[in-house]
């Protein structure tokens, strides 16, 4: 349980306020890179592709058609291109243009510059591209089969010997299954607005979780100097990691487009093209072994993660770690051995998505308790407590100590909130009563652990005026992708200056205003940038103390600011007021601010340390209704307990939970990509590729804040983050299913792949009666 810590009177902090741009979003009016006006002269960009083929040599390259269409201005190859032609985040290997070879199906060989979008599109479609076709390796298998080059080298954790342990146990299980990939669909594609300025320098206003990233990559393709470019990014319509790194090709082809005609020039790719041409989450095959004792105990694990990462590394080493920081969920490993290959397919290079390669980790410990408890025939919450870290058994298989665990406190509140155990005494009944319609429900916790684990990463910064009516200007480097980071980050800001939100301004994320940014990703954009803006703010507030002391003779300490009001003695004078004189008396009322997360390392050589600064918990219930005939499934009801600290903000909060559970129920239950045997993306079109709708949400949906009494560590007001551990939650409804299907013939493991479509629950229960 959590110790007691010093409560923090906030007054503005722990509020519910409304997204900055709540009333803009239902207006329809808030302003996205494609509803800025336009400037004179905007020139329109669309990338091309060989329609035909996903690996080999291009032989043939004819644009001619292209560049005499109607309406276009240019047609642009790799060789226009005069820096670097990568737009790869780390290790290269991600050509803007291809240039020779096409390495998967979507690969953009060239784009159009036109007068038009329509004009632009029209052209593209002209081109005859010719390729020596190839065969291209698409599957986990086909990569295993003709030995690609992985785009990383193996890795894995050690605890003692995990294959002595597993033949020395009285029980042992082996198992293959697969869990799969996952569209992004964020309502606003993928989009970027070059402008050129004096000198050649260039504006990218780009829908971007990364403007750093974004401005360095166009500035090598441009070969100038980073200063020269400027990215901005005011909002975008969601992101989920797809726009981390996959968001700077399409700048950098506007860039090259402004950089060449001397124009304004903006790039949006069509849907369809959006899903073919960027990455998506890893799939992974998972093989495993682990023993066990009668009552469910582990004691031992084996387990291979084999992920398709796509043509190119992109974030796909991190992915893969993050995987194995989170094969053990919330339960200790006696003995342990968790690996990961890296595997090379002739596909669009996967890339990160919420989560980042932890929930494929936990749906591994969650399918193996689940397989467990029928095994030993327990119930599999009893299988899943008796296996949670403990003070004595607390040690994670990469050597970090988990601290202030609060999992089963979290799980026994769930249990008795949602009326567990009777429930599943009803359901029993139920199954027992009806061939045609089972029920199944599941019970599962999330551990999940915050920081980037490259250190480097877990820095940021903040830019914060004060000006002499009051009103505060505040930049950070964080962006805003519907998650309300914005809006907390100015809640913090008011509540150091003591006024109202609605005082502070918040701005676009831009390079120009706080450099070298780290991306709005690992759900780490509140605890960093929170403390960043929190710290500019304290720096003038302390100024402003200063003076306020010795123009009115009174000790600081007893110069408060609330209100709205700087309390000085007692005497009462407005903010504002005080922004005025002290501006007067030449005080500087603006600030940067800086925040480097403390007590954070990790030795990936030695696969020790601590990567982690502290760990976010939640439980999910969830009770699901099959038709053994049909395959179709329902969420009858979830209880979500989830654990935010002390929350910035519980409205907020709330939203990202209801939001994160069910995008994590659509991964599992329905999101469903398919290739065929050449690389090309059969789902790619909101027509084949089914992501849930309002219908899709449990009608009886229970969401809870756990009462925290607030982080262990120091944090922006002792709160947790939000973004991205309550997609995990959703694991609860595939493991439901699991249940349900596995009520067929007890005893028996069902062979249920993720996702758990119609398909795939008819297969799992023809498998159960064979």
């Known amino acids: 349980m959590a110790v007691a810590r010093r409560r923090i009177e906030t007054k503005t902090v722990g509020k519910t306020l409304a997204h900055d741009s709540a009333a803009l979003h239902v207006q329809g009016s808030a302003t996205y890179v494609d509803d800025m006006r336009e400037p004179e002269g905007l020139l329109h960009v669309y990338p091309g592709f060989a329609k035909e083929g996903a690996l080999g040599a291009i032989t043939a390259l004819d644009l001619e058609a292209v560049r005499s269409a109607s309406g276009v201005v240019a047609v642009l190859t790799a060789a226009d291109i005069p820096g670097v032609n990568d737009c790869a985040p780390v290790f290269g290997g991600d050509p803007i243009l291809a240039d020779g070879r096409i390495m998967f199906h979507g690969q953009v060989v060239f784009a159009v510059v036109a007068q038009s979008r329509e004009a632009a599109r029209r052209a593209a479609r002209l081109a005859r591209i010719e390729i020596a076709k190839e065969q291209p390796a698409v599957t986990v298998e086909d990569a295993l089969a003709m030995g690609t080059r992985d785009v990383g080298e193996p890795y894995a954790f050690h605890r003692r010997d995990a294959a002595k342990a597993i033949a020395a146990a009285p029980h042992r299980i082996e198992e293959s299954f697969r869990v799969g990939g996952q569209e992004h669909f964020y309502l606003e594609g993928q989009v970027s607005m070059a402008v050129p300025e004096e000198h050649g320098a260039v504006t990218v206003h780009c829908s971007t979780q990364h403007p750093s990233e974004v401005q360095?990559?166009?500035?090598?393709?441009?070969?100038?100097?980073?200063?020269?470019?400027?990215?901005?990014?005011?909002?975008m319509g969601g992101a989920f990691g797809g726009k981390e790194s996959q968001a700077a090709q399409w700048a950098c082809l506007a860039a090259l487009a402004a950089h060449v005609t001397r124009r304004p020039a903006k790039c949006r790719l069509d849907r369809d093209e959006d899903m073919i041409m960027t990455g998506k989450r890893h799939d992974f095959r998972v093989d495993y072994t682990a023993g066990f004792d009668k009552a469910g105990r582990l004691l031992g694990v084996d387990v291979d993660l084999l992920s398709r990462c796509g043509y190119s590394a992109d974030l796909s080493n991190a992915i893969c770690d993050r995987a194995m920081f989170h094969a053990d969920n919330a339960y200790f490993y006696p003995a342990a051995r968790i690996a990961t290959r890296r595997l090379r397919t002739h596909t669009v290079s996967n890339t990160a998505f919420r989560g980042f390669g932890g929930p494929q980790g936990m749906v591994f410990a969650e399918r193996m308790m689940e397989a467990i408890a029928i095994r030993v025939g327990a119930d599999p919450l009893d299988v899943r407590k008796i296996n949670l870290y403990t003070d004595k058994r607390g040690v994670t298989p990469y050597g970090m100590k988990v601290e202030d665990n609060i999992a089963l406190a979290v799980i026994e509140q769930l249990e008795a909130s949602s009326d567990y155990r009777a429930r599943r005494k009803d359901i029993a009944a139920f199954n027992a009563a009806n061939g045609v319609l089972r029920k199944g429900i599941s019970l599962t916790p999330v551990k999940f652990g915050i920081s980037f684990t490259l250190t480097h990463l877990n820095q940021a910064g903040a830019l914060v005026h004060v000006y002499t009516d009051g009103s505060v200007h505040l930049n950070?480097?964080?962006?805003?992708?519907?998650?309300?980071?914005?809006?907390?980050?100015?809640?913090?800001?008011?509540?150091?200056?003591?006024?109202?939100?609605?005082?502070?301004?918040?701005?676009?994320?831009?390079?120009?205003?706080?450099?070298?940014?780290?991306?709005?990703?690992?759900?780490?954009?509140?605890?960093?940038?929170?403390?960043?803006?929190?710290?500019?703010?304290?720096?003038?507030?302390?100024?402003?103390?200063?003076?306020?002391?010795?123009?009115?003779?009174?000790?600081?300490?007893?110069?408060?600011?609330?209100d709205g009001q700087v309390l000085i003695g007692n005497r009462s004078i407005a903010f504002g007021d005080l922004a005025r004189q002290a501006h007067i008396?030449?005080?500087?009322?603006?600030?940067?601010?800086?925040?480097?997360?403390?007590?954070?390392?990790?030795?990936?050589?030695?696969?020790?340390?601590?990567?982690?600064?502290?760990?976010?918990?939640?439980?999910?219930?969830?009770?699901?209704?099959?038709?053994?005939?049909?395959?179709?499934?329902?969420?009858?009801?979830?209880?979500?307990?989830?654990?935010?600290?002390?929350?910035?903000n519980p409205g907020l909060d709330i939203g990202q939970v209801e939001g994160g559970f069910v995008q994590g129920m659509g991964w599992l239950t329905m999101e469903e990509l398919v290739y065929d045997a050449q690389g090309r993306l059969r789902t790619h079109a909101p027509s084949t590729y089914k992501i849930p709708c309002a219908s899709d949400v449990p009608a009886d949906l229970r969401v809870k804040l756990f009462e925290s009494r607030g982080n262990k560590e120091d944090t922006i007001y002792r709160s947790k983050a939000v973004g991205e551990p309550p997609l995990m939650l959703g694991i609860a409804v595939w493991t439901a299913v699991f249940d349900a299907i596995a009520s067929l013939k007890p005893g028996r493991i069902p062979a249920l792949d993720a996702p758990a479509t119609p398909e795939a629950i008819l297969k799992a229960v023809k498998g159960m009666r064979a």
């Not at 360095?216 to 909002?235: D, I, N, S």
């Not at 020790?608 to 969420?635: H, N, Q």
């Open 216 to 235: 360095h990559l166009v500035a090598h393709m441009l070969h100038l100097p980073a200063a020269m470019v400027t990215t901005e990014c005011r909002r």
């Open 476 to 562: 950070h480097g964080g962006t805003e992708m519907g998650q309300g980071l914005y809006t907390k980050v100015a809640q913090v800001v008011a509540e150091e200056f003591g006024i109202d939100a609605s005082c502070v301004r918040i701005t676009a994320t831009t390079t120009g205003k706080v450099p070298n940014t780290s991306a709005t990703a690992a759900s780490s954009g509140a605890d960093l940038n929170g403390m960043a803006a929190k710290q500019a703010a304290a720096t003038i507030k302390a100024r402003m103390v200063e003076f306020a002391a010795r123009q009115w003779k009174v000790p600081k300490s007893r110069i408060r600011f609330e």
């Open 585 to 648: 008396a030449r005080i500087s009322l603006s600030s940067t601010g800086y925040y480097a997360t403390p007590k954070i390392n990790w030795d990936r050589a030695k696969a020790k340390g601590r990567p982690f600064f502290y760990f976010a918990y939640g439980a999910a219930c969830s009770e699901v209704t099959i038709d053994t005939l049909t395959g179709e499934m329902r969420v009858d009801r979830a209880d979500i307990l989830h654990d935010v600290g002390r929350s910035l």
